[in-house]
């Protein structure tokens, strides 16, 4: 039965893609438009044939973003709407008893499993069709599916149990179930963490650690200066998925490990790693990554609120296509429906985000000399094949770092 729930969630969903879509179209514009000239501030030290396959890269990414956003829309409108979670509902209920613990794993498993699929055509052509042609993909056939099938066995062995108990929690708890599955969520999340660089990392990579040369002077030497300590320093062998570089800081606490993946170790010079390195340990020292965690964990808090208000309202599951009630359709239903109303807060994340960006860069600056750091992001937009000319709307709705051009010229100001 269509009820007020139903215009407001499909306004939703047509807002959200109408914008997505007019974003993409705007960006793919901005960047054909600058296509031909390199911009001033540039000129010296990004050709124009790179400059040139940037515009095309990130047209093309923007391209497939816009076809990603009408998939999604549309499988969030067939499972909703169109009767999709109702179905699979009523098809376990031959199996499992409507309602129980095994049922509702079960509906939701299969949800999960039905946006895989998806998904995986999806993934496939972003990976062997678009990061091939622009020479970034390093993975073959064989390997993407080996991932594929660990990541599944991992997802399936960890979430199992957790969604078994949340159901449960859901089921056995009263009205406050809802700060008990967030309790454990947050609980799961945190351990996840610990437990990700040491066990699940090395499930898809080889880290070996880097004690000897330049390099690990210059790093030992900067975490001294800024009084931080790690569980070592590791070289990732990332150039077997992609030649894209990158450097992260994994887990929390006692597990935590400075990890560069070997396509920013061949690319950048000591000197160069150093100040990226400078810029990421400003996220920790200024306490950036206690708060994002915090964050996620206030926003999902609310989420949760808001879920256990509905939960018992009949007309919350009428309004989005679901007939025949229960915890498990309320989850998937909260699941699928929430990034669409979500979608208009993403502007201020982003904007967060980039504000913690620059006060990253200040930081290193304060650690390592400022046109290493502004050296190595030149290096790593043209590597990358970043686009130095993003639409600024584009941008500030998305972009979790500033342009390149701004944050380049806070480096080099005096
Ligand atoms: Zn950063």
Request: charged share 15%.
């Amino acid at each position: 039965m269509p009820n007020a729930l139903t215009w407001l969630f499909l306004a939703a969903l047509l807002a959200a893609s109408a914008t997505r879509l007019w974003l993409a179209l705007r960006q793919i514009r901005h960047v054909r438009a600058h296509r031909d000239a390199v911009p001033p501030s540039f000129a010296g030290s990004i050709p124009l044939h790179a400059h040139q396959k940037a515009a095309d890269y990130t047209a093309a990414k923007t391209r497939f973003g816009a076809v990603d956003t009408l998939v999604g829309a549309l499988l969030v409108l067939l499972l909703t709407l169109g009767g999709g979670l109702e179905l699979l509902s009523r098809a376990w209920a031959h199996a499992f008893a409507p309602g129980s613990l095994a049922h509702g794993a079960a509906l939701l498993l299969s949800a999960l499993f039905v946006q895989a699929i998806v998904s995986l055509p999806l993934a496939l052509y972003r990976t062997f069709v678009i990061e091939s042609r622009f020479g970034f993909n390093r993975m073959t056939l064989r390997l993407f599916f080996v991932d594929l099938v660990k990541q599944t066995l991992l997802a399936l062995a960890l979430g199992i149990p957790l969604l078994l108990a949340v159901l449960w929690l859901m089921a056995r708890m009263g009205e406050h179930w809802w700060l008990y599955v967030w309790l454990l969520i947050t609980a799961f999340g945190l351990a996840f963490q610990l437990i990700f660089p040491p066990l699940i990392l090395p499930l898809f990579n080889k880290f070996t650690p880097i004690t000897e040369g330049e390099l690990a002077a210059r790093v030992a030497a900067l975490l001294e200066r800024c009084g931080f300590k790690s569980r070592g320093l590791y070289k990732m062998d990332g150039s077997k998925r992609s030649s894209h570089g990158n450097a992260f800081f994994a887990g929390i606490g006692a597990t935590k490990r400075i990890v560069l993946f070997d396509t920013l170790i061949d690319r950048l010079d000591p000197s160069e790693v150093e100040a990226v390195l400078a810029h990421e340990l400003g996220h920790y020292k200024l306490h950036h990554v206690v708060k994002m965690v915090a964050l996620s964990a206030a926003m999902s808090l609310a989420g949760l609120w808001i879920l256990g208000q509905l939960i018992d309202r009949p007309w919350f599951y009428a309004g989005l296509g679901v007939s025949t009630p229960s915890t498990a359709a309320a989850l998937a239903l909260f699941m699928l429906v929430v990034p669409e109303f979500m979608f208009f807060v993403q502007p201020l994340l982003a904007r967060y985000s980039r504000k913690r960006e620059f006060e990253a860069d200040a930081y290193a600056r304060g650690y390592a000399a400022p046109s290493h750091l502004a050296r190595a992001l030149v290096k790593l937009y043209h590597d990358n094949a970043a686009t130095l000319t993003p639409d600024p709307l584009h941008s500030a709705f998305y972009d979790s770092h500033p342009p390149a051009a701004m944050r380049i010229a806070r480096l080099e100001a005096k």
